[in-house]
């Protein structure tokens, strides 16, 4: 009887072939029965063509909180795109191919010709089967869903109840031929495959969820989280991955009576977003690395201006264009230091889709009341990654409405940036009476006026600063996990490489190692005592992060003061706990 | 030889290593590829009845790890079936649909179980033996059984009876002295096969074949005996010995009769293809006839000779097998043969 199930399954297509719906659609059916799902989609940047796709998904009866490195599971909808992911494949994993391909593989190009020994490869007539049910090739991935479902446990009638529900709104005889696609590759796979893998959901212990639940990926849940807020204008320019966000934001923003607007470019949007802000209406834009580098001085002159502004930006591989469609974590240092003088922005950076609403919901409150640039950090894996959470409980009122505005006193001779013990200056917005001020970009007295002495500069400098050291008390608290007290090995991560190392210390601790993690959502400003504590319990730091020249563990390095081991990773795919726990591995003594 | 010459190797089992390995020795920069049907690693047969009664798991019936074919830089394709060979065009084609070329390829397909044609009517209800994939069938069925009935038999049968009986079932063992495999019992070895058998307590039935009919019945079957008599077991087991593996050579052009016919430097009637090991018939140009061979030593010997041939190497065959028969403690001592039973 199967209890505990922990199944990595990957689909990999070329473009246009439905591999990244297949993918959801299994996604969202695991995480409506009740598994924790982590997933992650790989597709190339051109919009149609012949590009790699990879849909990769793991699901669980278990916690999970990062994808497996190892695949259980994989489905070759196109042969030559998946021999490249043949590698990832377990030794005993399980290769699903399309046995009648249109004409015969030339050598080397089939997949299931580079089946190692130990592998169990099924070969399923996806095309023949998809032609048969609907006349055209478009249903071999739910061919190959029914073959899935066939192997691996999974009620057909609940797949097809679920394909309904998910095609609703589509004409019927797209459903129908959805739906026979997939049974007939059910059938099929029944009346011809004998199974000979160890892989099954039959049996799975599914704890029901508890209240409400809510299938979401991280851009769902920052567009979700920002109109929770009170978002009123989001200006963008579309930009792979985070166009999702932009795209919610367009269908739905007008309920609620707010504006999107598609700007020329990000410089336009990232100034739109400044200048809503500033007449006190709050405003987010979202971007990925090439658009967060153009939104460069408008971040600054948010700084400078203490107008608050909600960026996101969405990390993809780089620089410049980069790798549009691949995952990394190399905008941390644009993100903190990016900005030319002394500009503090804050920089946080959820570790998973719930997070993101959390983080979201806070940047809009934090950027309101600390009259700063807020920027967030996800990334393409994170951006896409869809879980089952429960479903998100709004921000208050005093979460929704933060702007400090200044006692009426104090606007018989109103200072728009006098000099406070907490930095923050009290902000009146346009059109309030006797509030006005002059808010530029040039360094300026507590009025607002261009002043340029360096006695002035340096006043305004602390004030900018000491918002930061302020805002520290209302922000999230680091988060550790494993072995409490003195550790062999500590592990620090940030964003959404965080879950694969909480993933790697329980599996460390099975083992019986004294090890733990750290995490913090907020990475600028530095929670530096919380850095310290948990240095002084760990043998050996080690810093994991996504990008080659170990970017947070150069900033915290001032901070920690000793020597940190870096596992640093630009494979284009997300931290895996496999990733973590291999590094640790080759630690001697 | 040029660089991109392409040596492939049909089958998987002690010819085809033998073979394999020889070529990489002798020509390290060729490209090889191993070719089966078979999922399993290259295995002990002599291990599958201990192995069916439970008594060894597959990675003790391993010879060698999947890492030493990478390290020869041997390309090992398992579980993957040629359909077709195209000696003309140098093809293969893959039942996967996929197209494999070579400019040598090597036949050491082996053999696969003999059936009876007078047990066509109830084949479907009786177990073989001939490889790994039968052995987990057998080993499967053998959990919930408790009275075995063996027919035949052959090299492996007895191996089997042994086994069986150690692991606590009652074995009836109904004798088919003229279908014995690869040859009929005379008096005397039929005598000291059932002697042997008796003494590890099976119990042996000379006189009772052919068995004419088998069908289930509740979780069991029933047997019919040539008098009409019925016997009620578990399981049925069949074991009369091997036929080669050529039936996908129908068409191809290459020359076969009851295995793949060869000359005296094991190479077929057609260009740059081989064949060796339990689907070989070989060309004795003394007795002017084909001659077959059985047997692991046999197998090796010949794989290795065959590989040494495609390189150029001419060895001619040893017309003296190098095996005598060693059934279970029953030695059967024959030079060569010219068919199988």
């Known amino acids: 009887m199967t209890t505990s199930v922990d199944i990595v399954i990957e689909i990999c297509g070329s473009a246009g072939e439905g591999t990244i719906s297949a993918g959801e659609v299994m996604t969202r059916f695991m995480s409506s029965k009740g598994y924790e799902i982590v997933s992650f989609d790989s597709f190339p940047s051109e919009i149609r063509g012949f590009g790699k796709c990879v849909a990769h998904f793991r699901a669980s009866t278990e916690t999970v909180l990062a994808p497996g490195k190892y695949t259980d599971v994989l489905i070759a909808l196109n042969d030559a795109h998946a021999i490249t992911q043949l590698s990832g494949l377990r030794k005993n994993g399980v290769l699903i191919y399309d046995s009648k391909p249109p004409v015969c593989h030339e050598e080397d190009r089939s997949i299931a010709g580079w089946a190692e020994p130990g592998m169990t490869a099924y070969g399923i007539p996806m095309l023949e089967l998809a032609n048969k049910a609907a006349g055209n090739a478009k249903g071999r991935n739910m061919v190959a869903i029914g073959a899935v479902a066939c192997l691996f446990g999974i009620a057909p009638e609940e797949m097809t109840a679920f394909i309904e529900r998910r095609f609703k709104g589509k004409k019927p005889k797209i459903i129908e031929s959805n739906i026979d696609s997939f049974l007939l590759g059910y059938e099929w796979t029944k009346t011809h495959v004998s199974k000979e893998d160890p892989y099954t959901f039959k049996g799975a212990e599914i704890v029901p969820p508890e209240g409400e639940k809510t299938i979401m990926n991280g851009n769902e849940a920052v567009a979700m989280a920002a109109m929770d807020s009170g978002l009123r204008l989001y200006a963008g320019y579309p930009i792979t991955p985070a166009t999702k966000i932009m795209e919610i934001l367009s269908k739905r923003l007008g309920e609620s009576g707010g504006v999107m607007i598609q700007t020329e470019d990000e410089i336009s949007a990232a100034g739109n977003v400044v200048g809503a802000g500033f007449s006190g209406k709050r405003a987010m834009t979202a971007t990925s690395g090439p658009g967060f580098a153009l939104m460069g001085e408008m971040i600054n002159l948010a700084v400078m201006a203490e107008v608050p502004a909600v960026i996101v930006n969405s990390q993809r591989g780089g620089p410049s264009t980069g790798l549009p469609t691949k995952m990394e974590q190399s905008d941390l240092s644009a993100a903190v230091n990016g900005g030319t003088g002394d500009s503090p922005r804050v920089v946080f950076a959820p570790r998973d889709v719930v997070d993101c609403y959390a983080i979201t919901c806070l940047a809009f409150y934090i950027a309101e009341k600390y009259q700063t640039p807020v920027v967030i950090l996800l990334d393409f894996y994170l951006s896409n990654s869809i879980r089952n959470i429960d479903k998100p409980v709004p921000p208050d009122a005093e979460m929704c409405s933060s702007n400090v505005f200044p006692a009426d006193e104090a606007l018989d001779d109103y200072e728009r940036f006098k000099i406070t013990e907490s930095g923050i200056s009290p902000r009146t917005l346009p059109g309030m009476p006797f509030g006005m001020f002059v808010d530029t970009g040039l360094e300026h007295n507590t009025y607002g006026k261009p002043v340029y002495d360096g006695e002035n500069h340096l006043v305004m400098t602390e004030k900018r600063y000491r918002k930061f050291h302020t805002m520290q008390a209302e922000l999230p608290p680091a988060v550790e996990t494993g072995t409490e007290g003195e550790v062999e090995i500590g592990i620090l991560s940030w964003g959404s490489s965080s879950g694969a190392a909480e993933e790697a210390v329980r599996k460390a601790q099975e083992k019986g190692q004294r090890i733990a993690s750290f995490h913090c959502s907020v990475i600028y400003p530095l929670p530096e005592e919380a850095l310290k504590a948990f240095s002084r319990r760990c043998r050996i730091l080690v810093v994991a992060e996504l990008n080659y020249t170990g970017q947070y563990a150069n900033l915290i390095a001032p901070v920690l003061n000793r020597e940190v081991r870096r596992l640093t990773l630009i494979t284009g795919l997300p931290m895996a706990s496999e990733d973590i726990l291999e590094f640790i591995g080759t630690f001697k003594g | ?341």
């Open chain 2, 1 to 341: 030889m040029p660089k991109d010459d392409h040596y492939v190797i049909i089958g998987n089992g002690p010819a085809g290593n033998s073979a394999a390995d020889t070529l990489r020795k002798e020509d390290p920069e060729a490209k090889i590829t191993l070719i089966s049907d078979e999922k399993s690693l290259y295995y002990y047969k002599h291990r599958v009845p201990l192995y069916t009664v439970g008594g060894c798991e597959p990675e003790d019936l391993s010879i060698r790890p999947y890492r030493s074919y990478l390290e020869n830089r041997i390309r090992l394709r398992l579980g993957q079936r040629v359909e077709k060979v195209v000696p003309a065009e140098k093809l293969l084609y893959l039942n996967h649909m996929e197209k494999v070329h070579y400019t040598k390829l090597i036949l050491a397909v082996g053999a696969s179980a003999r059936r009876l044609p007078n047990h066509a009517g109830f084949a479907d209800h009786l177990y073989c033996l001939a490889g790994l994939d039968d052995a987990r069938r057998v080993r499967k069925a053998m959990m919930a059984a408790s009275r075995l009935v063996v027919l035949g038999g052959d090299l492996i049968s007895m191996g089997f009876a042994r086994e069986a009986r150690k692991a606590g079932k009652e074995v009836v063992f109904i004798l088919y002295s003229s279908l014995f495999w690869p040859v009929s019992l005379k008096e005397e070895i039929q005598q000291s096969v059932t002697k042997r058998l008796n003494s590890l307590g099976v119990k042996v039935m000379s006189d009772a074949e052919p068995v004419t009919d088998v069908r289930p019945e509740g979780e069991g079957y029933t047997l019919t005996l040539p008098d009409g008599e019925e016997m009620s077991t578990d399981l049925v087991l069949s074991f009369f010995g091997s036929v080669p593996n050529i039936r996908f050579l129908v068409g191809s052009g290459i020359n076969t009769e009851k295995g793949v016919l060869v000359d005296h430097l094991m190479r077929s009637n057609q260009e740059d293809v081989y064949a060796c090991g339990d689907c070989a018939q070989i060309y004795n140009p003394e007795l002017k006839d084909y001659w077959v061979s059985v047997g692991w030593g046999n197998a090796e010997a010949q794989g290795e000779l065959t590989a040494m041939n495609l390189l150029g190497r001419e060895k001619v065959i040893d017309y003296q097998p190098k095996e005598i028969f060693e059934m279970d403690g029953v030695t059967i001592r024959t030079s060569w043969w010219k068919t199988f039973a």
